[in-house]
Nanobody, 115 residues
Framework: QVQLVESGGGLVQPGGSLRLSCVAS????????MGWYRQAPGKQRELVAI???????NYANSVKARFTISRDNAKSTVYLQMNSLKPEDTAVYYC?????????WGRGTQVTVSS
């Protein structure tokens, strides 16, 4: 059973930065892709950033040039570096991993951007 554990969320002022981490149980090289999603209160969960096993990335338009997804295979960890944060980035951020047979989700980490 794959477990994904997110960390790094918190309260930050507008314009600030946070780095989220998602640690997977076992190797992440087995996944077709891994990504970050977020869900704000009253809204649907949406894609933030995704990285394929080959290293290609895709970002939501709202976070392009501000957020960067990366991974460290040796640490079985995927990161989301978030810069120039805005109040509208406030949400629970979830890590997702997709293998050839199923999809796995973490429990999420809260990010709040407020002054």
């Amino acid at each position: 059973q794959v477990q994904l554990v997110e960390s790094g969320g918190g309260l930050v002022q507008p314009g600030g930065s946070l780095r989220l981490s998602c640690v997977a149980s076992g190797s992440i090289s087995r996944f077709v892709n891994m990504g970050w999603y977020r869900q704000a209160p009253g809204k649907q969960r949406e894609l933030v950033a995704i990285m394929s096993s080959g290293g290609s990335t895709n970002y939501a338009n709202s976070v392009k040039a501000r957020f960067t997804i990366s991974r460290d295979n040796a640490k079985s960890t995927v990161y989301l570096q978030m810069n120039s944060l805005k109040p509208e980035d406030t949400a629970v951020y979830y890590c997702k991993a997709t293998s050839t047979v199923r999809t796995y989700w973490g429990r999420g980490t809260q990010v709040t951007v407020s002054s």
